[in-house]
């Protein structure tokens, strides 16, 4: 028997960190290129708790409950700034907000409870 297989609910989770982590520095690439720089960093320092949940999507193989803990208290954390930036009249933290609800959403269901708290060799 091969080692446990990561269930559908976390790798969907890593896969939105990932996937809203990428457009977030290339949309900042895009800003400093086409407005100015301090726009560009505006966009990518009001995502840093996405950031920060990126580098840990890497160690959801690996990692035990406190990583998931702490993606999700990140991605609510990364929630409360898309409110705050959408009601600023600032559309752009639209679609970080809606990664970061489907991202607590799916790393709060009991199989990814299961995955993180398994025993490891």
């Given amino acids: 028997m091969g080692p446990p297989k990561m269930p559908g609910v976390v790798r969907a989770a890593q896969i939105v960190i990932w996937v809203l982590a990428g457009l977030t520095v290339l949309g900042s690439i895009i800003l400093i290129a086409a407005v100015n720089p301090e726009t560009g960093g505006a966009a990518l320092g009001v995502n840093v708790c996405l950031l920060v ?3 840990m999507a890497f160690r959801f193989g690996s990692a035990g409950h406190g990583i998931r803990v702490t993606c999700i208290v990140l991605m609510s954390v990364q929630i409360l700034f898309g409110l705050g930036g959408t009601a600023g009249g600032n559309p752009g933290g639209l679609l970080p907000m809606l990664g970061a609800i ?7 269901q009991s199989a990814a409870g299961a995955w993180f708290k398994r025993p490891r060799a």
């Fill in 102 to 108: 489907a991202t607590v959403i799916l790393l709060s």
């Fill in 53 to 55: 949940a990126a580098g």
